[in-house]
């Protein structure tokens, strides 16, 4: 298994670009979640999904929209980066919700 | 919404001293309380959790409590080595089929040295 993986690793992007993080898993979890987390600070949800076309809003969802058609992927799309946004975004899944989250490498993303 | 506040932010330890970092939580409804680790660069990785109908867990130089009525858990290392240097993070989320199901809410870590 390879687990989650996500790509790109790192991304640099001028304001007003949009673009898409991937993320994907190959253990059939059925709960999948995005964290961003910025330096010297824990992480905070952005967006999750409890099942293949279930999606929810966490903390702090302004700026980004998620899609879940399969059960695999879950790509985190950023609208129009601001320099705000600048941070490292985590993907995770977990056979369930209240189940171990399995993090992804994480992609550091620089708007500029 | 849920807030978890962690405490200290720092802790700095002798090789061989215990180590407790605690947690608060503000919902009721959180009822699933894991532990992660993080190395400088490395994802997060769980090092115990706990559910809400528990009050403590052991895993070998690692434990945690819960008490529900204060709303508060903590996570406890015993003989600690130089290898448990890293940024520990707790969270709180709620698992039943409630407003809160599925949210995570993550402390802001505490950044433990253990000192050789």
């Known amino acids: 298994n390879a687990g989650v993986t996500q790509t790109p690793k790192f991304q640099v992007l001028k304001t007003g670009q949009s673009m898409t993080l991937q993320c994907a898993q190959d253990?059939?979890?059925?709960?999948m979640s995005w964290y961003r987390q910025d330096p010297g600070m824990g992480l905070r949800l952005i967006h999750y999904?409890?099942?293949?076309?279930?999606?929810d809003q966490g903390e702090v969802p302004n700026g980004y929209n998620v899609s879940r058609s399969t059960t695999e992927d879950f790509p985190l799309r950023l609208l129009s980066a601001a320099p705000s946004q600048t941070s490292v975004y985590f993907c995770?899944?977990?056979?369930?919700?209240?189940?171990?989250?399995?993090f992804g490498p994480g992609t550091r993303l620089t708007v500029t | 919404g849920e807030n978890v506040e962690q405490h200290p932010s720092t802790l700095s330890v002798q090789e061989g001293d215990s180590a407790v970092i605690k947690c608060t939580y503000s919902?009721?409804?959180?009822?699933?309380f894991p532990w992660y680790k993080q190395e400088l660069g490395k994802r997060p990785q769980l090092i115990i959790d706990?559910?809400?109908?528990?009050g403590e867990k052991k895993d070998q130089r690692i434990a945690v409590t819960l008490n529900k009525t204060a709303k508060h858990f903590s996570l406890h290392i015993t003989e600690t080595q130089p290898e448990d240097s890293a940024v520990y993070f707790c969270?709180?989320?709620?698992?039943?089929?409630?407003?809160?199901?599925?949210?995570?809410?993550f402390g802001d870590g505490t950044t433990l040295t253990v000192k050789p």
């Open positions: 919902d009721s409804a959180s009822n699933y």
């Open positions: 995770a899944s977990s056979y369930s919700v209240g189940n171990e989250q399995y």
């Open positions: 999904s409890v099942g293949a076309g279930i999606t």
């Open positions: 969270a709180a989320i709620g698992v039943s089929y409630n407003t809160n199901a599925g949210k995570s809410t």
């Open positions: 706990i559910r809400s109908n528990v």
């Open positions: 253990m059939n979890h059925e709960y």
